[in-house]
């Protein structure tokens, strides 16, 4: 009797843990100092140095403007698009790797809180790479992802880069990365 | 961090998803591309103008006097005359012709003509610039001739086809020849087709108002943060009032002008309306552009607790705050901050350098120094009792503070206040140390000692002081400054009000007002507890009550 009281109370405990950390593993949310274009822009700028790592912009998303189309106010938000050949292809050349191309290309949000100030939001993609068998490569990706959100204040604002969304089945351009 | 419990279904969700996509072959590919256009449309979408048929009964292409090839605005002020006789004197009377007023209540002499603001700072000694924005033609220096009818700009106000712009520089003329602006660009601007626009004049519209209220501080959206030119045309979303495609508001709807004299100064405004509902025509001093004129005292349509919650708030709070949840929502960023103590830096062939933010935006430009942009704000918020005090040119400054060049009265025990949101804007600005005021300094011009010609602070502070009959002191440093100003425009839908959650939060929207207990801004442990004792000897008495009765009726 006391061990099924053990394992339902480590059941419950395991959901409650789950619960209550799964934001937390799940996706890194980071403060940013600087406004969500200027935040965006210097993403992008980390991204375009990385390019030796295969990375290449393939899109920036404002949803806020199509919720402001339907006669909506949300405070800004922006979508950085990015993806890399050398991640995406050993994982879309195998048939069974082939669905996570579901996560491409990384998307990087950045998005202003009500207090005005600015977050950027990661998917954790250290974990991804555990939970679904390809920790390889989610592992390097993870690691370019934090290079992605470390910004130097000494380089001056970049010019946000207004690139059309491209890689996948929507007619991307060759050159968007994946 | 703090994530909601939404994102955390968001969460297991999308693990579950994964999890599910694993063991199935049966993977749904659509095509995503339409969904990509919807949301990535270009950044920079020119507005669209839809021409209105109008209602006039006159149509001005019809009158002799406007048959005329005008050599000036001047010549089509003498024209519009001949039928408004009165029209100019009318306009001789209003602070858009005579840039002063007088606070009734501080007596202090305001108006462009008299404040030194945080942008731009001064109009004394830069009028040739400045009164691009005036409704005369030909303000350039104190000489100006404020009882000429002919020196009335009508057409300013009343342009219809959107293509009469005074330029920067021109005394408050529009351009009578080609020329190139903006100066050293390549690009030119024809001569003012003025017998065409003489002959499309009509009412004043969001369009014409804005030539001048949008571009205030020296462009679009820079000044007041709750008008721009998005507003030409808005969607619902960024003005319900204003909602082109609904209300299709104009400035005047609210803004009710008689004999040229429009209502609704920021100089002296209403902060608390508690007169209701006002019949239009009804006489009186009120002021018709406040929410109260048409939404009347209890604007929430009574019925719920709840809604009643809300009614039973308008006597702390205005219903901008609630209402303008943000501002500078549309397609511009407003300026927030400018420093003038940078200015002046040039590159190494000694050009004027100008710098961009990531937004597009100037961000360092050698003749104004630095600024800082924001599109949807959130304001800041302040007791307000519709007194303004301002810190005007003579006025000793406390250089050991930051200098407010306007303060909102008000204050929580004051039952004329009320809880407003304002844009507050910040800047560092010249100050004259021996005279101990803020500094009046010459722009602009085509004279030596002109600011943005010489890079010269010296120079330009002694011009612009003495037109202010001072004599400078030779002595000039920077202090830092704040103005206010009311948000009232960019009014949202009602389900995009502020949610109670938002100020009734520890560290919510409203966490520095002082004065007033909000419930939810904060907690005390001792009061939660007993709080909670009390519920739970409440529950424990009704549990013992209903089953002392559950006890006695099985007794019988």
Known sequence: MKYIIGAVAALVLVMVVALTQAQNLMFNVTPSPYGVEETAARIQANIVRLEGRGWKLSGLRNPAKAVAAGGMNVPPVLLVEACSTKYSGPLLKVENSRIYSILMPCTITVYKNDDGSTSIGTMNAGLMGKLFGIAEIMDEVYADQQAFIKFDPSRPAPPLIKTRPGGGGGGGKEDAGC | MNIPAKKIHRALLLIGCFLASSVSANVAVTEPAAAVAATTAPAVVVEATEAKKSTSTADHSKFDALKKNFKSGPEVTKACLTCHTEAAKQVHSTKHWTWEFLNPATKQKL?????????????????????????????????????????VDCVVCHDTTGKYKKLPGLSGHPNYKKMEWPPHSGKFREATDLKTIAQSVGKTSRASCGTCHFYGGGGDAVKHGDLDSSLKQPKKYLDVHMDAKGLDFSCGKCHLSDSHEVTGSRYAPTAVDANGVLVRGTKGD???????????????????????????????????????????????????????????????????????????????????????????????????????????????????????????????????????????????????????????????????????????????????????????????????????????????????????????????????????????????????????????????????????????????
Not at chain 2, 116 to 141: L, P, R
Not at chain 2, 333 to 341: E, F, I, L, N, Y
Not at chain 2, 353 to 360: M, W
Not at chain 2, 504 to 520: A, C, D, F, S, T
């Open chain 2, 286 to 556: 009120r002021n018709p552009t406040t929410c109260v004129a048409c939404h009347g005292n209890t604007p929430h349509p009574p019925g719920t607790a709840a809604v009643e919650k809300l009614n039973s708030h308008t006597d702390k709070i205005a219903c901008q705050t609630c209402h303008i949840p943000a501002f500078a929502r549309g397609k511009k960023a407003t300026k927030m901050t400018w420093d003038w103590s940078t200015a002046g830096k040039l590159d190494d062939k000694g050009h004027r350098i100008q710098k961009r933010g990531s937004d597009g935006n100037v961000i360092y430009d050698s003749k104004k120094g630095d600024f800082t942009f924001e599109r949807y704000v959130i304001p800041e918020y302040v007791w307000f009792n519709g007194e303004v005090k301002f810190t005007l040119f003579g006025d000793k400054v406390d250089t050991e503070n930051v200098v407010k060049i306007n303060e909102f009265q008000g204050s929580a025990g004051d039952p004329d206040s009320r809880i407003w949101p304002v844009k507050t804007f910040r800047g560092k600005q010249p100050y004259d140390v021996g005279n101990e005021t803020l500094g009046v300094f010459h722009t602009a011009g085509k004279d030596d000692a002109a600011y943005w010609g010489n890079y010269d602070w010296d120079k330009a502070m002694e011009w612009g002081m003495k037109a202010m009959g001072v004599e400078y002191s030779g002595n000039m440093t920077f202090v830092e400054t704040e103005m206010s100003w009311p948000i009232t425009h960019m009014v949202a839908p009602k389900d995009d009000a502020l949610e109670c959650d938002q100020c009734h939060k520890e560290n919510g929207r409203l966490q520095n007002i002082g004065g007033v207990y909000m419930p939810g801004t904060n907690n005390t442990p001792i009061i939660d507890l007993l709080g909670f004792a009390a519920a739970l000897m409440a529950l424990i008495g009704v549990l013992i009550h209903g089953g002392i009765r559950y006890y006695m009726s099985k007794r019988g």
């Open chain 2, 111 to 151: 108006g462009k003509k008299n404040i030194v603001n945080n942008f731009c700072t001064s109009v004394t000694s830069n009028q040739t610039f400045c009164s691009a924005c005036h409704v005369g033609y030909g303000w350039k220096d104190d000489k100006f001739d404020f009882t000429s009818e002919n020196n």
